[in-house]
């Protein structure tokens, strides 16, 4: 793109920006979320204000991937059609890599709309279904780096590698298996007999389990 009119690649602007805000976003909802599914962070209050701060970001990440898309009906250099921008693999331009691009917002919005009917499935269900939205991070990553024009920056490829070891971290610790841990026995509350030979409960709650 040599134009210096802006007026000619401003809608190829404005989804080269909302992609990256897409992305970026993609990756904050699934630190949350492993970070949430790890239980890492005991502080009290610390869960409900994750659960919002995952929620928010996953909405206006919905919204900036619509916008990624759809701006690109109004560039003049790909110039592609609504068929192309909502059926994988359809658009000449680096089809493998912009129907994987498609796959993931497909798979983003299903993930988010099951948010809301995680009652009807099952908590148990939606949890399973909900672990999906580490594939859609790798199919947004693969998309960026193989059709993005930008993908031979540094800034870029930043945006999309930086994340990559605390993601893993997170995500290691969220497959291992929780650790049981045993509980001591719980003495057995018994009621005590008082002088009369009557029964009486423990003030302290707990009867002692030896004889006097």
Known sequence: MTSTDPTK?????????????????????VVIGLTMATKILRRPGAGRTLMRLHE????????????HGLALLGDTWLHPGLRQLVVPFALGYR??????????GYLAAL?????????????????????????????????????????????????VLAPLVPLAY??????????????????TRRPLRTARGGRSDDPAGWAATSST
């Open 9 to 29: 690649v401003i809608w190829w602007l404005v989804s080269r920006a909302s992609g990256v805000v897409a992305l970026g976003l993609i990756t904050l909802t």
């Open 56 to 67: 928010h970001a996953a909405l206006v990440a919905y919204g900036a991937i619509a916008v």
């Open 95 to 104: 089809p493998v890599f912009t129907g994987l691009g498609i796959i993931g």
């Open 111 to 159: 993930l988010g709309l099951s948010f809301y009917v995680r009652r009807r499935i099952g908590a148990k269900r939606w949890r399973k279904l909900h672990r999906a939205t580490v594939v859609v991070w790798v199919l947004a990553a693969i998309h960026t780096l193989g059709a993005g024009s930008d993908a031979g920056t540094l800034w870029l490829r930043v945006i």
């Open 170 to 187: 997170l995500l290691v610790l969220r497959l291992l298996p929780a650790r049981r841990t045993e509980r001591a026995p719980q003495p």
